[in-house]
């Protein structure tokens, strides 16, 4: 069994972001030389998701519209708030997008359908924070 | 260590539709002869889940309302929909739902509780679609 | 490839309860001597998760409060409570927090973030449940 991990860096410009890191993913793949598998990719924070669904523009907005519906800022409104921090929001949104996702590796390729792309989803950016990629398989 | 892919083809008759596909991801198992690993099923569509959850048919139609509220059909109120589509819903219903499950892979068989059933969640059926079964072990 | 599998039981004093778990999973992996593969933990009942989020109290209720929102107890306005059961909201709560997580094993360790904690989310609890481990690697 081969196994192979990368650490992924992001500093957002916006408290929230979702950023396509297919293209990462993909590199760490071809450089891990597994050709069946299984990959993990997740946040490595409390805040943050990696999710798969759909590059399209009008989607991620009415993502970041639900999820603001579902999970609001409402600073006020969170006792976790009373630690000083203002993202208890950020936990709830990140709960619903889910911290990891799992692809199969087969014949050298993330085996996916034809429009899954994955997604970092930064709920409280501006601040330095990684996900990881952790390839195992032969 | 051994690996094996299965593809499970569905074009459902309506489309909200949640099938129970332990018997295929059972077939797969004795299929792959693995007998300690773990087993991924995914969605290889982005308006589809794979989640896992109790066979019951009140459950179930509390799950299609309790989506509805969550996630509106509401065709006019997403920007996705501008693009020509009317499944904007069922992204958000499959986030909630999730992409895919991991099991565990114990002396040949799923490693599951009492209740736990495996199903394919669809939202945006009357297509051909896609889940993926990928086992890996030993 | 080497696997370890390990059960960890549960019975809640209360019917909703938030245990932070990842001591018992990181003695579970010093056991199974794996220094580099996944590590899946799963609810094996399915009105319970495993999720990773912040070990802080405040973030806990924030949680409680949210998830009764988003899936009321609300008895009487479910389906699968017809069959003598009230715990479909509990179904519905699992949901959200999610079955199950697989986290990297990097040289012998849980590769986690700074803030990453395990949790067992009992949503229907003063029973007898379980959670299992499943660790594969080398």
Redesign the interface.
Known sequence: ?K?Y?KYLWFNTSNKLELINITPEVNKALRESRIK???C?V?????TASV????D????H???RL?LEK??PYNVNS??????GEDN?HA??KR??????????V?KGKL??????QIFYGEFDGQRR??A?I?I???
């Open positions: 069994m196994s991990s069946e598998g299984l993990l997740n946040a490595m924070h409390i999710f798969i669904n759909d399209e523009e009008g989607l907005e009415d993502f639900w579902l999970a969170y006792k976790h708030n009373l630690t208890a936990h709830l709960t619903i997008m889910g911290r990891q996702i799992v692809v199969a087969t085996d996916f359908g034809p429009w899954e924070k990684r990881l952790k195992i398989g032969e």
